[in-house]
């Protein structure tokens, strides 16, 4: 007899520890995204950028864990965007 494999749900703490998570990156990555545009230094606004890019990516990758949370709280689809270019 073969059986299914089921999804592991994450335990309670585990959930509400991973949306603090998802929280602080999204923090982080809307204050980098915002301090972009009053940055002057290359060098550091090219790095700025490059966590903006790999925030989003590590974003992404937490909310497919989220998902296996027993409860969950949507998830926005819109981003910040900076307000200074």
Do not use: W
């Not at 089921?6 to 991973?18: C, I, N």
């Not at 969950?72 to 981003?79: G, N």
């Amino acid at each position: 007899m073969q059986q299914q494999a089921q999804p592991q749900l994450l335990a309670a703490h585990e959930s509400v520890d991973l949306h603090e998570i998802i929280n602080f990156k999204t923090l982080c990555l809307a204050k980098s995204k915002l301090m972009q545009g009053l940055v002057f230094d290359q060098e550091l606004k090219a790095l700025m950028q490059k966590d903006v890019v790999q925030t989003k990516q590590d974003l992404t990758e937490l909310q497919a864990i989220y998902e296996n949370a027993p409860f969950q709280a949507p998830v926005p689809e819109s981003r910040p965007t900076p307000i200074l270019q």
